[in-house]
């Protein structure tokens, strides 16, 4: 596998590429749908409807259990009794994935910029990134309320180039799904792909990633 050149800034991915989050998502939906009288959902579907933010996951979620759409009322009723939980839940079943701190450590000794980008709410990440012992490793966080527009859309990728003044060929998105890929790709960077996390259970290199990588680990020899 052949080494990027060049490289000065790494964006990454959160959910499915540092951390497994799913336990503790699922943990915050089926509080939710005991609250509103609903059955509950499992690890396997929940990891379906990651990575197009909260909204988005908590939608999935109502149609899976009532198998029709719901309401705006109910979505927007939904989404803030699954935000009081997953504050709640945020670090009880979550892990990271293997040699996921030792490998940024190793990165930022090496004198990477490195971004955070993900489409999770940015008021969860602070403490969620320092529970795991990893906030340190990042020079710039972008949630996905944080800007105008994410992923897919190139907008965070794009803001976090002209915050460290990094042109797109010295940058490389690395995410585990089609939208991290995506907003990469629309921003003209250098993309590598997981194929650990989630993809909302599709193969990742359906996408065309520039590079492909099994374990993260493996990064240290692209980079």
């Not at 040699?99 to 190793?106: D, E, G, H, I």
């Not at 012992?133 to 965070?156: E, H, S, V, W, Y």
């Not at 010295?170 to 194929?195: C, E, F, H, Y």
Request: proline share 4%; aromatic share 10%; glycine share 6%.
């Amino acid at each position: 596998m052949s080494q990027l050149t060049d490289i000065k800034l790494i964006c990454f991915d959160l959910d499915g590429t540092l951390v497994n989050s799913v336990p503790d998502l699922r943990l915050s939906l089926n509080a939710m749908l005991d609250e509103l009288s609903l059955p509950h959902v499992n690890d396997l579907v929940v990891k379906t409807w990651v990575g197009d933010g909260i909204a988005k996951m908590v939608e999935r979620c109502l149609l899976h259990v009532n198998g029709s759409e719901s309401s705006q009322e109910l979505l927007t009723s939904a989404v803030s009794i699954f935000e009081r939980y997953y504050q709640q839940f945020l670090n009880t079943e979550s892990g990271l994935y293997p040699a996921v701190k030792s490998t940024l450590f190793k990165l930022q000794d090496k004198g990477y910029k490195i971004a955070l980008i993900t489409n999770k709410a940015e008021k969860f990440l602070p403490e969620l990134l320092a529970y795991f012992g990893i906030d340190r490793c990042f020079d710039l966080f972008l949630g996905g309320d944080t800007l105008a527009r994410n992923k897919p859309d190139p907008m965070q990728v794009e803001y976090a180039c002209e915050h460290f003044n990094i042109s797109a060929l010295q940058t490389v998105m690395v995410g585990d799904s089609r939208n991290d890929i995506l907003a990469g790709q629309n921003a003209k960077v250098s993309t590598i792909a997981l194929t650990y996390g989630y993809n909302f259970g599709e193969p990742i290199a359906q996408i065309n990633p520039d590079y492909i990588v099994n374990h993260f680990d493996e990064l240290l020899t692209l980079l």
